[in-house]
């Protein structure tokens, strides 16, 4: 091909993937074309449609894999294939790039990723993180992020960890399963005062619990205590039964977008 006809058809196939990109797709063309044949057509084909040692990427199942899902495989790769993961060589722009080029070559609209931030922006999640931090007292013992208590589990992605009625169950019913390395320890002392708390250590003469305000982790002398049981219900109470059923929606939706 002489240069002519090659820099037509390069600027060719730049005008039909811009107009490609004129969707929705968050993140341009940039350099996605570029590094594609640099990097991936050697197993995968200029066009995508496969080499000796990369799969076609406009079968039925490359073109089954979600936006979120093709992103995922080019940033972490599939463990146990010749396919390697390539967020240690590309940031996180790049990968999108190149995603919106895979995406093109399989004659699709771009990249489209749910922006957390507009998820979270609905007056209802804002009213359930509310009463999470507030009125529900979720935070003195789950954290999300960066913020908030240790006595239960972090519930960061919980909505992905439980489903929807294992999740109900949890808060309409705490004790009902209790998560395994959330359990109490109940300490009687010799005074009869009570002591409930997290289940932390122990030794052969010690036992260590984090008290229910999360704050203290306290020691216990197993001989110099009237005796230590495994407490059954959870430590976590029924806050949740008290909610008006428009705030347990509302920290339902909260939880959701975890
Ligand atoms: C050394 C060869 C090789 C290179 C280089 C390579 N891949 Fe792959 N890729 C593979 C193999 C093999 C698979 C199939 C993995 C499997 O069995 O699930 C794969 C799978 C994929 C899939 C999932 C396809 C599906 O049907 O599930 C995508 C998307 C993909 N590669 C994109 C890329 C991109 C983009 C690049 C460049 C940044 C790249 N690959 C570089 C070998 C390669
Ligand atoms: C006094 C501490 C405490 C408070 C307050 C509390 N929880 Fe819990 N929560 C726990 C503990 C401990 C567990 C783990 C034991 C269990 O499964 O019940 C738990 C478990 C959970 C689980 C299940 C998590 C999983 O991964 O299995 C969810 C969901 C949850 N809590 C939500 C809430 C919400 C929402 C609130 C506020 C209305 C709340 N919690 C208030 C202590 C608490």
Redesign the pocket.
């Known amino acids: 091909m002489n240069n002519f006809i090659g820099n037509a058809c390069r600027s060719l196939t730049i005008g039909v993937l811009f107009a490609v990109y004129t969707g929705p797709a968050i993140g341009g063309v940039g350099e996605g074309l570029e590094?594609?044949n640099s990097?991936?057509?050697?197993?995968?084909g200029e066009a995508g449609e496969g080499?000796a040692?990369?799969?076609?990427?406009n079968?039925?199942?490359?073109?089954?894999?979600s936006d979120a899902?093709?992103v995922s495989?080019?940033k972490d790769?599939?463990s146990?294939?010749?396919?390697?993961g390539?967020g240690d060589?590309?940031d996180d722009e790049e990968?999108l790039d190149?995603?919106n080029?895979?995406r093109s070559l399989q004659g699709r609209s771009g990249i489209l990723l749910e922006e957390r931030e507009a998820v979270l922006d609905t007056p209802e999640i804002i009213a359930g993180r509310t009463l999470f931090n507030g009125k529900g007292k979720c935070v003195t013992c789950h954290s999300y992020g960066d913020e908030g208590g240790s006595i239960g589990p972090a519930l960061d992605g919980v909505a992905r960890r439980l489903d929807d009625s294992e999740l109900k169950e949890a808060l309409l019913d705490p004790s009902a399963k209790v998560a395994k390395n959330y359990r109490a320890k109940k300490v009687i002392k010799p005074d009869g005062t009570i002591v409930l708390g997290r289940f932390r250590n122990e030794s052969d003469r010690t036992l260590q619990i984090q008290s229910e305000d999360g704050r203290r982790w306290v020691t216990f002398f197993k001989d110099r205590v009237s005796s230590i049981t495994n407490e059954n219900d959870s430590l976590m109470p029924s806050i949740f039964l008290t909610l008006e059923k428009m705030e347990r929606d509302q920290l339902l939706a909260f939880l959701q977008s975890l």
Do not use: P
């Open positions: 590094l594609y990097y991936c057509s050697v197993c995968h080499q040692m990369g799969k076609s990427l079968d039925r199942s490359a073109n089954s894999l899902e093709v495989v080019i790769g599939r146990g294939t010749g396919m390697a390539w060589s590309f990968i190149i995603a080029h895979v």
